[in-house]
Each structure stands twice: as structure tokens, then as C-alpha cells.
């Protein structure tokens, strides 16, 4: 089996699954790990659920990690580009040839017991064996969607942290943020270190009482147990702001904030409280102070306001700012920053141009409401099945006075269409989808990361 067909296999496995098969599928998960000679038994670590936060969360927690001189294995979800990026070791995705022989070895153990998995169990099952292939003893794991149903929760790993609750895959988890919290804070079991982050009350109470079901919890809760600010300072060139996060373990100053954005200061106090948490367990030394900052000043994080300077599309040349995010508060949130870089562009007659691709279901709307009316926007298609149609999604905006807006048959289109209304030199949006991110980033050449 080689890396090609990994990827086969798992683009099938991605089509839709009637609910009944899907519970079969995701009470096989454990049952695969038992016939691999459990895996996961080896690992000890974190994982993070929430709505929004999850993947720069994972990323700092792995920087801080690695500073206390730890080799940190990483389960993102989703990809952008290359299955492969599902699966890093001290961030770093592992080699094709690497990931297919996991792979191959948990294809073998489903085919051989007859245990069919969602994708998101061959995710969860491929990156314990190659962990345990690579020896590495700690993990950090993205849960997908939900938490409850996670496959990645049942890798058993005894640190949960919740980035933030927000109204988002209703269809799957519920309407209100009591039962999206629910779906997310059951993934807790009895004898866990929790790690809240912030949440507005109708969530923390849905969490309350989630928790209050567990036994033998220790919980940190964000502006309880754990508190952050963020405050400017000044250097020799340019301004720069640091984080000072305070947890019942450790109090931490001048942490460095490579991630742009208000919210990532949120971001990083809880992957520092996480990691704090993980000392406190045993599983790590406590970074010192100096690397822990070097290593937070390292951090990168494709894909979230990823600006491409000088980015190339056939003829055109100009600014193409590529940021995943997903649902109505997310976009919210980057938008101060994509405001900012629109400012630098200092051209009235040009405003920017939004390409834009979302899921079914998702609230349209309220994904663009943050972002001025007047910006053209091209809608198009991923390569994903539960892409929405072009059609369908100008359709709900158009109305509302939003516009110009376009369609395009596809991600390589819709970045030329938009370079062509930018002009030379101005500036392109990527927003609304991680498909569509991934799909960018190829198309501008950038490599998977």
C-alpha cells in the first residue's frame, strides 16, 4: 500500500454515512485499537475540543511542550492539503512513506476483523501506531466536530481542554449552545484535568453540569483558576505584545504571541494552562521560562490569517490572505485583522476581493456580516461533498444588498476571477472553508505544513 492509496481509501470514506452505520462505525473505533495491541496505551497528553481555537490551541500547547524537552505527537483535524498533515511530530507532518505504513498496518487489522471506521477512526488509529512506531509518549489530539463521539477520545488521553462553545454544526450537535456544549463537555471522564476556556454562561452552565456528573475531576477554568493579559511592549524596532498568563501551577511573563489576532491571546493562555496541566499530571518537566518563549515565538499555524505577500496566479501578482474560518463567530473574530491588512492596501478605488466556500448548513449570512457589503465576493466549490452551491450561496446574500457577487465553477477559477478584480497588486481574502484554504495554498504553490 502506498501513500495514493491511503488517500483512496480515505476520500471514500468521507462520503455521507446514515446515522445508524455512523454509531456502528464509531463503536468500532475502540474495538480496532484492541486488535492493533493497543496503541494508545502507550500515550499520555491532551485533547481539545471546542467550536473555534482548537488548531492554534494544539499548536502553542506543542511549542510549549517541546520546550520542556518532550517529543509531542499532533492529530489536527482537518487537513488543508495533504492527509499526512493529520499526523506531526514536534509539528512537523510525517513522511508519505511514514503515514502508509501506519496506515497500512490499521487497514490490515480492519480488514482482517471486519470492523469498519469513519475516517475519523482511521485517522485517530493510523497516528497511534505510528506514534507508538516512532516512540513518542505524548500526544496532543484535535477532536473533529463534536467530543462525545470523538474517535480521538477514545485514545484515553486524561487532559480535556475546551476552547470556547459557539452555535455552529447545529445539524449534527443541536440548536442551542447548552446541547453543543454538552456533545463537546461529555468527552470528559472520570479522573480528568480539565481546561475551560472562556465560555458565556449558558455554556458554562451546560458545562457545569456536564462536569458535575464526573468524579474525581481537577478543573481550570479560564478568569477563575487560570488569567491572562496581554500588554504591549517596546524593542528596538517595533512594538511587539506579549502574553502574561497566571495558572494554579505556574505564573508565566512576557509570553510572545506570534499568532495574529485578540483571540490567540485567549488561544495561548489556555495551551499554556494545558500544558501546565500535563506537568502537573507527570507527563512533562515544566518548560523553563526562556525556552518556553522561544519555542511560543516559533509557533506557526498554516492557514489562519496565512498572508501570502507576494503571491502569483498566472499574470497576477498581489496579496492573497488565506484564514479558515468556519462559522459566524469565527469570522468575527479575524476580522479586525482582515480589516488591518485592507487598510495597508490603501487603494479606494479596488477594495479587496472575498473568495468564498462554505459547508451545508452554515449560516451565510452571518459569515459575511462582519466584513463590509461593498467587497466583491466569488463564491465557489471545494472538492468536498458537503460543499455548498455557488448559486445557493450568493442566492442568500444578493438579497440582503450584499454585492457585487459571483460565482466560479471551482477554487483555481474563483482566485483568478478574483485577481482580476483586485487588479495588480491588490488584495485577495480566502475565507469560509479549510477545504478552501487547502485548495489556495496549492493553488499558490505553497507546500503542505
Known amino acids: 500500500m502506498d501513500y495514493q492509496d491511503c488517500v483512496d481509501i480515505l476520500e471514500k470514506l468521507h462520503g455521507h454515512v446514515p446515522e445508524p452505520l455512523r454509531e456502528v462505525r464509531q463503536a468500532n473505533v475502540p474495538r480496532l485499537l484492541e486488535a492493533l495491541g493497543h496503541p494508545e496505551r502507550g500515550l499520555r497528553g491532551m485533547l481539545v475540543v471546542g467550536t473555534n481555537g482548537k488548531g492554534s490551541t494544539c499548536a502553542f ?34 513522511a508519505r512513506a511514514e503515514y502508509a505504513a501506519a496506515f497500512a498496518e490499521v487497514w ?34 484535535e477532536a473533529s466536530i463534536g467530543g462525545n463521539r470523538a474517535a480521538a477520545r477514545e485514545l484515553g488521553l486524561d487532559i480535556k481542554v475546551v476552547t470556547g462553545i459557539g452555535l455552529d454544526h447545529t445539524r449534527l450537535l443541536g440548536g442551542s449552545l ?45 478568569d477563575r483558576e487560570i488569567h491572562y493579559t496581554a500588554r504591549t511592549v517596546a524593542d528596538d524596532r517595533t512594538p511587539t505584545v506579549v502574553v502574561d498568563v497566571t495558572t494554579p501551577r505556574a505564573v508565566h511573563h512576557g509570553l510572545p504571541c506570534p499568532l495574529p489576532g485578540a483571540h490567540q491571546h485567549h488561544n495561548l493562555a489556555v495551551a499554556v494552562a494545558a500544558v501546565d496541566a500535563m506537568a502537573e499530571r507527570g507527563h512533562l518537566r515544566t518548560p523553563d521560562g526562556e525556552h518556553l518563549r522561544t519555542r511560543l515565538a516559533a509557533t506557526r499555524w498554516p492557514g489562519r490569517l496565512e498572508l501570502v505577500p507576494e503571491a502569483r496566479l498566472d499574470k497576477w501578482t498581489g496579496r492573497v490572505l488565506l484564514d479558515g474560518a468556519t462559522n459566524p463567530q469565527g469570522v468575527a473574530a479575524v476580522a479586525p485583522e482582515i480589516l488591518r491588512h485592507a487598510r495597508a492596501d490603501g487603494r479606494a478605488d479596488r477594495p479587496p476581493v472575498l473568495v468564498f466556500s462554505s459547508f451545508g448548513g452554515k449560516d451565510i449570512p452571518g459569515m459575511l456580516a462582519p466584513l463590509p457589503s461593498h467587497w466583491p465576493v466569488v463564491f465557489t466549490r471545494t472538492g468536498s461533498h458537503e460543499c455548498s452551491d455557488p ?44 477545504r478552501l484554504v487547502g485548495e489556495s495554498r496549492t493553488e499558490l504553490g505553497l507546500p503542505p505544513a
Open 108 to 141: 490490515q487489522a480492519v480488514e482482517r476483523h471486519a470492523l469498519p471506521v469513519m475516517a475519523t477512526g482511521l485517522y485517530a488509529a493510523t497516528a497511534a501506531v505510528h506514534f507508538r512506531r516512532a516512540g513518542v509518549p505524548l500526544a496532543v489530539a
Open 391 to 434: 448559486s445557493a450561496m450568493r442566492s442568500l446574500v444578493a438579497s440582503a444588498g450584499r454585492g457585487p457577487c459571483l460565482t466560479s465553477p471551482d477554487t483555481r477559477a474563483a482566485l483568478r476571477q478574483a485577481g482580476e478584480l483586485a487588479g495588480p497588486g491588490g488584495l485577495i481574502v480566502v475565507t469560509g472553508s479549510l
Open 178 to 222: 447548552a446541547a453543543i456544549t454538552r456533545a463537546k463537555v461529555t468527552a470528559v471522564r472520570d479522573g480528568d484535568h480539565v481546561v475551560l476556556g472562556r465560555l458565556a454562561p449558558e455554556a458554562d452552565n451546560a458545562a457545569r453540569q456536564v462536569l458535575d456528573e464526573r468524579d474525581q475531576l481537577t478543573v481550570w477554568r479560564m
Open 61 to 94: 500547547a506543542v511549542s510549549a511542550a517541546t520546550a520542556g524537552g518532550a517529543r509531542v505527537g499532533t492529530m489536527p483535524s482537518p487537513h488543508l492539503q495533504e492527509h499526512r498533515e493529520r499526523i506531526r511530530v514536534d509539528g512537523v507532518p510525517v
